[in-house]
């Protein structure tokens, strides 16, 4: 049964500051894995999909890399803004399997 | 495109009660995916619906129940609601099994 962990909990940064995001999975069979932001008491938005094949993917300011043989993924924020703060989500997928989540990091960005 | 909406935002049940949320998928998509997420909390999967067929189900009582409609759209039912329901229930959908998934803004269930 696949569980995925992320670590830390929270996290507070002060605005300008790079930060990654770690989530990590059991099991490495993966056929991709999904980072979500969630706005307090909102839906998920997806911010990036990285299929198995892939070893990260890129979206403005954000780079999400995923290592399946380590059951890593990373989703780097760089220059973080006030904006950014959110509760960032990971979920991976492992075929015929619904999405399995991570309970989230919480991150605050102080101007 | 709208997105994945669902409906109603908020709502206030009594104990015993039963409640019907709703969700249309984002154009196109035929898969949907149904979540309940605590509070602090990753969302649970509930169950899935493909060609108005539950395809999956995860590790909840037979309270919930859902249906999807042909024209992909879904609803998920909860009976006999307990305290522990209280929730944010989200819908989520995708173009295929396994692709990439958009959610709903969820609907925020208080049981009392």
Redesign the interface.
Known sequence: KQEVTQIPAALSVPEGENLVLNCSFTDSAIYNLQWFRQDPGKGLTSLLLIQSSQREQTSGRLNASLDKSSGRSTLYIAASQPGDSATYLCASYSGNTPLVFGKGTRLSVIA | DAG?T?SPTHLIKTRGQQVTLRCSPKSGHDTV?W?QQAL??????IF?YYEEEER?R?NFPDRFSGHQFPNYSSELNVNALLLGDSA?Y?C?SSLV??G???????T?LTVV
Do not use: C
Request: glycine fraction near 24%.
């Open positions: 994945v669902q995916s979540y602090g909390q990753g969302p649970q999967f899935q999956q995860g944010l989200l989520a099994q396994g990439e998934a958009f959610f709903g803004q969820g925020r």
